[in-house]
Nanobody, 129 residues
Framework: QLQLVESGGGLVQPEGSLTLSCAAS????????IGWFRQAPGKEREGVSC???????VYDDSVKGRFTISRDNAKNSVYLQMNTLQPGDTAVYFC???????????????????????WGQGTQVTVSS
């Protein structure tokens, strides 16, 4: 009954932009922290970004300055704006939601290191010319 659905993935050229959405159903995201993760073929899952219930954010160094995570509680959604995309960004992107203390969820890396919560099915992002 608790679900997250990612959307917005697709094929984009290098240096292009894409916005991913993570929509929740069956629960409200107001009190949840949300993380974006990605996994490329043959590689381990890695954290991309995290936003806490109070709006605090964390980014992996590989995307810092290029990606922006945001939330719209009225729409029960979280977004990942991806700019200056590179082939290395190619992966399936997942979102995960967990009800954690906002001071520890992202800045304390609890969700980042142990992403226990509601997971979406993922959306494919392919960066290629």
């Amino acid at each position: 009954q608790l679900q997250l659905v990612e959307s917005g993935g697709g094929l984009v050229q290098p240096e292009g932009s894409l916005t991913l959405s993570c929509a929740a159903s069956g629960f409200t995201l107001d009190y949840y922290s949300i993380g974006w993760f990605r996994q490329a073929p043959g590689k381990e899952r890695e954290g991309v970004s995290c936003i806490s219930s109070d709006g605090g954010t964390v980014y992996d160094d590989s995307v810092k300055g290029r990606f922006t995570i945001s939330r719209d509680n009225a729409k029960n959604s979280v977004y990942l704006q991806m700019n200056t995309l590179q082939p290395g960004d190619t992966a399936v992107y997942f979102c995960v939601a967990a009800r954690l203390l906002p001071k520890t969820a992202c800045s304390g890396y609890q969700l980042w290191e142990r992403p226990m919560g509601v997971w979406g099915q993922g959306t494919q992002v392919t960066v290629s010319s």
